[in-house]
């Protein structure tokens, strides 16, 4: 441990003044100090080699502290004792430098002790402390600066004046000798005593932190280790455990070295799967992150990375099946190949609109549809089976307007077989291409009719090149598509393209399981007013039975009447069967599977779950609105909506009309279907009208007494159809007066004006001679003088001579009469022009 010494304690004990030992080391070191700065032991060398050696202030340590410690008796060092007569004894004999005016004798050296203690110049007294720290400083800094100069030291010591200056004992130069074996001992016991006292601090601030520390860390241990064992000692000492006490503890400790086994469902909430763990949550959001999976609490992770975390966490993992109703309802095992029977293809028709789908289908069936159809259009979805030469064929028949698109795909998915009609006088058209990709997004095989063949403008060939355009290669080409041609007009062609959609059937392999539960599709539905809600179902599989329960969508009910496609009355129907039924409580919707159920109960709990998904649904849609989403929905206001309620005989046809209806949307006006049922226009819908600003389309319905009184009291607009062409045309118009006009000029002609009449009661009437164009009564006149255009007017009056004319041509005179400029002159050019509406496509 270094001792410091500081510059004002060196110039006290050399009983020199601060500034002189400044000085001192500012001239030999160039540092400039301050008095409390210590002096590194160079400058301390130094200075006691300068006070020391040259100017004899102090010649030996011993001496020093010899005369101190006279002063103090009780303390005195033996060795300082000796040293000091000693020296006093010595100095004499060879003094080193030149005595002070009072050169002390050399026996004057003995009453030096007395002198000390009376002198004036002592320094102070210093306590037993005091000297001690003293001793200390001076001996360490001594130990270096005298051990290096003892033979200068020994030659240069000389008696000092004890009188004057008590401290500076004398030292001669042969005690130097021993003064410097005294000053080794000194320094050894300085050493020591440094040591020791270095050691005493040492362990006294060991004894304050070391102790602490040592009994700080053994209880911080103790506590660690044994937290719960105290826990469990200061449960079970404060009350003493009960036998049955023990068993339920031993049972718990048993319970808690067992493997955890956690059961975990397809998806399951981060929160949950930590509370099954019985561990923290954001343990499982650690796991969960190691495994590069950054997840919240009440986020959702699948079964595997669940099952990973699980078993991260020593926990074994079991799959939690959750049985639903459906699963608990529907048979949903594969049939055995040998409960597998063959089945009647199901082949849809479709075909760009006209091109002859429903007349290929009243030649199948010999029944003419087309002339009972509205507008003539095949308008819903109907489903029959026709038996060719002694095999049975189930034909959908689909509508062939665009807007029937949705319930098209629909029929395309519930189908084995598409005949594709394509007019060979018309080749492909826009919703031949969309029949294309329907049938091919539903992975059914096409077979292409190539119809009108007995036309004579028909160009099969050319049909075949359009085809290949769209990836149907024809079989006589390479491919793998059967085309046929046939006039569906002369039934030419269609019992070979039948013959083809049994071959292929053939190929298809179609096979069903009779005697299951029927399964199946909704191919149309509707309310029949003596009847109730009917459906017409596609039996797809198992057979449908006469008071089977039956559950489509959200609708459920008995089989309690069963007819099929020609109106006759049946019990059961298998495979590939269409039937019509009556007896569900609800119009269900058209494409909504159906299936037979064993269990009625069942089937009316999973009915309300469904009901209630749904009204979830509807009530999320009009609850979209977040903070996301809220600035486009203010922007939304902007945008002019038109409300429609579309009431439709049939389901599909509310779909097909909502699509269409829907399509007209543009940038400035909203279409907006708020409701869509089947059956006729009533109370509700008016009511529901009313509220909400929207216009009624029926479809083949009427609306109701009630509704009609209301409608004509509450002026709501209810607009029935019979052709769906123009209730879209209709919507269209209305849409034209919302959409916020554009209109822009048109020019009609241009008149000068000749002569200027003032006709009293009239007033100024232009002569005029047309330059170019017309002039029309009610197009808008702009005054142009000179080139500058002074005014725009409408006209008040046109005349050719003295008759009112509705437009004056180009090389003709007429009197033009503005309704408000009276100032005309001759030679101002009249330009006639129209502002026009238009939307921008
Ligand atoms: N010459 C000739 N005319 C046909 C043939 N097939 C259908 N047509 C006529 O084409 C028109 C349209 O026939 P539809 O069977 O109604 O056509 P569609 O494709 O069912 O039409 P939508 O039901 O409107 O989709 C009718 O006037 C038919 O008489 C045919 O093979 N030859």
């Known amino acids: 441990m270094e001792i410091k010494y500081r510059l004002h304690e060196v110039a006290k004990d050399l009983n020199v003044p601060n500034k002189e030992i400044i000085t001192l080391i500012e001239e030999n070191f160039g540092e400039t100090k301050k008095h409390m700065t210590a002096l590194t032991e160079e400058e301390l060398n130094f200075v006691f080699e300068h006070y020391v050696a040259k100017k004899g202030v102090v010649e030996n340590l011993d001496a020093y502290f010899a005369n101190k410690e006279r002063t103090q008796p009780k303390q005195a060092a033996p060795k300082a004792e000796k040293a000091a007569p000693k020296a006093a004894a010595k100095a004499p004999e060879k003094p080193q430098r030149p005595a002070p005016a009072k050169q002390p004798k050399p026996q004057q050296a003995k009453p030096q002790p007395k002198a000390e203690t009376k002198g004036p110049a ?66 050894r016991h300085v050493d020591t005593s440094k040591v020791e006292v270095n050691l005493d601090k040492y362990n ?63 998806e399951i909430v981060v929160s949950e799967l930590a509370s099954r763990l019985k561990v923290n949550v954001t343990e499982v959001i650690k796991k969960l992150m190691m495994l590069g999976a950054m997840v919240g609490q009440n986020e959702v992770i699948d079964f595997d990375t669940a099952s990973l975390v699980a078993e991260e966490l020593g926990a074994k993992v ?72 002694g095999k049975n064929i189930t034909f959908l028949d689909t509508p062939g307007h665009e807007a029937f698109t949705a319930m098209r795909s629909r029929g395309a998915l519930a189908t084995d077989i598409a005949i594709l009609v394509v007019a060979a006088d018309d080749g492909i058209m826009p919703q031949t291409v969309e029949s294309i990709n329907h049938a091919k997004a539903a992975n059914v095989q096409i077979i292409v009719a190539i119809n009108k063949m007995d036309k004579p403008t028909a160009n099969p060939e050319r049909v075949k090149q359009e085809l290949t355009e769209y990836g149907l290669v024809p079989e006589e080409w390479g491919g793998d598509i059967v085309c046929c041609p046939v006039s569906a007009l002369t039934g030419e062609g269609i019992d070979q393209m039948l013959d083809m959609v049994l071959l292929t059937a053939d190929m298809l392999e179609l ?54 496609d020609k109106g006759l009355k049946v019990d059961e129907a298998g495979p590939c069967v269409p039937v019509e039924v009556a ?29 209630h998904e749904q009204k979830e649904e509807q009530f999320k849609q009009y609850q979209k609105v977040t903070l996301d989403n809220l600035f486009d929905q203010m922007k939304e206001g902007e945008l002019k ?77 209810i607009r029935l159809y019979r052709i769906i062409y123009d ?70 009056s046109l005349k050719r001579f003295k008759d009112d004319a509705k437009e004056v041509a180009q090389g003709y005179e007429c009197g033009i009469g503005l309704d408000k400029f009276n100032d005309i002159k001759e030679g101002d050019i009249l330009e006639s022009f129209m502002l026009e509406e238009y939307i921008e496509e």
Do not use: W
């Not at 004894?207 to 103790?222: H, L, T, Y």
């Not at 949307?665 to 929207?694: F, K, W, Y």
């Not at 001679?769 to 409408?794: F, P």
């Open 511 to 564: 096979k069903a399981n009779p005697n299951r539960l029927a399964k199946g599709t909704v191919i149309e539905s509707r309310l029949d007013k003596g009847r109730g809600p009917i459906a017409t179902l596609l039996v797809q599989n198992g057979t449908l039975k006469s008071g089977d329960v039956l559950i489509a969508g959200t609708a459920v009910g008995r089989v309690r009447v069963m007819t099929n």
């Open 641 to 717: 909506e038109l409300p429609i309620i579309v009431k439709a005989d049939v389901n599909g046809s509310v779909e097909a009309v909502r699509q269409s209806l829907e399509k007209l949307s543009n940038d400035e006006v909203r279409v907006r279907v708020i409701h869509g049922a089947v059956g006729a226009v009533n109370r509700s819908d008016v009511m529901l009208a009313q509220a909400s600003g929207a216009i009624i389309i029926g479809f083949n319905v009427r609306p109701d007494n009630n509704a009609r009184e209301m409608s004509e009291a509450g002026e709501v607009e």
């Open 318 to 389: 079991e799959k939690e099946v959750i049985v639903t109703i459906e699963e608990r309802l529907f048979e949903e095992e594969e049939d055995a190949e040998e409960n597998l029977e063959e089945r009647s293809p199901i082949v849809v028709v479709m075909g760009h609109v006209d091109h002859g789908k429903t007349s290929i289908l009243d030649k199948i069936r010999n029944a003419d549809v087309t002339s009972t159809e509205a507008g003539g259009i095949t308008q819903h979805i109907g489903a029959y089976q026709v038996n060719v030469h």
């Open 122 to 187: 002592q320094p102070k007294v210093h306590n037993a402390h005091n000297k001690q720290q003293d001793r200390n400083r001076f001996e360490t800094a001594k130990n270096v600066s005298l051990h290096n100069n003892k033979p200068q030291q020994a030659k240069k010591s000389q008696p000092v004046q004890q009188a004057k200056k008590p401290q500076q004992t004398p030292v001669t130069a042969p005690k130097m000798a021993e003064n410097t074996k005294d000053f080794e001992k000194v320094v």
């Open 727 to 796: 209730a879209i045309d209709d919507v269209k118009q209305a849409m034209k007066g919302l959409l916020t006009p554009k209109t822009r000029e048109v020019e009609l002609g241009r008149a000068e004006v000749r002569q200027v009449y003032k006709i009293s009661n009239v007033g100024t009437v232009a002569g005029c001679y047309v330059l170019d164009g017309k002039v029309a009564r009610n197009a808008l006149i702009r005054v142009v003088r000179d080139g500058i255009v002074l005014v725009e007017d409408k006209i008040d």
């Open 204 to 266: 006294e601030k060991y004894e304050q932190i070391a102790p602490a520390d040592r009994f700080n860390s053994g209880v911080k241990k103790q506590k660690f280790g044994n937290k719960a064992a105290q826990r469990q000692k200061a449960k079970y000492s404060n009350k003493r455990e009960t036998e049955a006490e023990k068993l339920q503890r031993l049972a718990l400790q048993r319970a808690r070295k067992q493997q955890l086994t956690v059961q975990i469902p397809d």
């Open 583 to 611: 007896g569900l409580a609800e119009v269900p919707t058209a494409g909504d599977e159906f299936a037979a159920v064993a269990n009625e109960r069942l089937a009316r709990e999973l009915v309300e779950k469904r009901k």
